[in-house]
C-alpha cells in the first residue's frame, strides 16, 4: 500500500496508519519531496510499488493519487483519496500561495509554515500543541526548498475532475 502524504508532510503523518495496518499488507510511505510535478512525483510512485498496490493520497497526496490513476490506473486496486480535490485551485487560493512562496523566497519560510497550520489542522485541534509541534516540525525539516517544489507542482497540476469518472476500483473519498 503506497501511502502519501501532502504538502510539506513527511513520514510521520502516516505512522499510526503504518502500525495499524502492518500486519495486513506492505505499507510504504512515499517520498513527495524530490519532484517539482505530479507527473513526476507519481513516476516515483510507481517505481517504488509492485505492479499491484492500494493507494491513500492527503491532500496534495491526493492530486498525485489522480495522475498515479492517470498514468497507471490499471495498477491500483484500491484507492482513498483523502482531504484532497480534484478540481483546480481558486483565484483567491492561487493568490495566497503566492504570497506564500513569495515570502519564503524572501527568507520568512518559518512564518509562512505557521500561515499554513490552518490549512493543515482542523481548527478543533489548533490548540494541541502536540499536534501543531509535530506538523511545524514536519515542515522545518522538509524546509523551504521542497515547500517551493512541492508548490509549483500543486499550481501546475492538471485538472482531475475529467479523471474521477474512469476510476474502476473501489474508492473512499
Keep these: 500500500m503506497a501511502l502519501l502524504p501532502g504538502l510539506l508532510l513527511d513520514e510521520r503523518l502516516w505512522r499510526a496508519q503504518v502500525d495499524a495496518l502492518?500486519?495486513?499488507?506492505?505499507?510504504?510511505?512515499?517520498?513527495l519531496t524530490r519532484q517539482?510535478?505530479?507527473?513526476?512525483?507519481?513516476?516515483d510512485?510507481?517505481?517504488?510499488?509492485?505492479?499491484?498496490?492500494?493507494?491513500?493520497?492527503?491532500s496534495m497526496g491526493g492530486y498525485v493519487a489522480f495522475e498515479v490513476m492517470r498514468q497507471a490506473p490499471q495498477r491500483v486496486?484500491?484507492?482513498a483519496l483523502l482531504d484532497t480535490k480534484a478540481g483546480l485551485d481558486t483565484e483567491e487560493q492561487t493568490a495566497r500561495r503566492r504570497g506564500m512562496i513569495e515570502l519564503a523566497r524572501k527568507g520568512r519560510f518559518k512564518?509562512?509554515?505557521?500561515?499554513?497550520?490552518?490549512m493543515l489542522i482542523h481548527e478543533s485541534r489548533l490548540e494541541d500543541a502536540a499536534l501543531t509541534g509535530l506538523v511545524m516540525d514536519m515542515a522545518e525539516r522538509c524546509g523551504?526548498?521542497?515547500f517551493l517544489r512541492q508548490q509549483h507542482a500543486i499550481m501546475t497540476r492538471p485538472d482531475s475532475r475529467p479523471t474521477l469518472p474512469t476510476i474502476a476500483c473501489p474508492t473512499l473519498v
Aim: a neutral charge; hydrophobic letters at 60%.
Design 111 to 118: 512564518g509562512v509554515t505557521r500561515m499554513l497550520l490552518p
Design 77 to 79: 486496486g484500491l484507492l
Design 144 to 146: 523551504r526548498e521542497v
Design 36 to 43: 517539482d510535478t505530479v507527473a513526476a512525483m507519481a513516476r
Design 22 to 31: 502492518a500486519s495486513v499488507v506492505e505499507p510504504r510511505v512515499i517520498d
Design 45 to 58: 510512485v510507481l517505481a517504488a510499488m509492485p505492479d499491484r498496490f492500494a493507494l491513500a493520497g492527503l
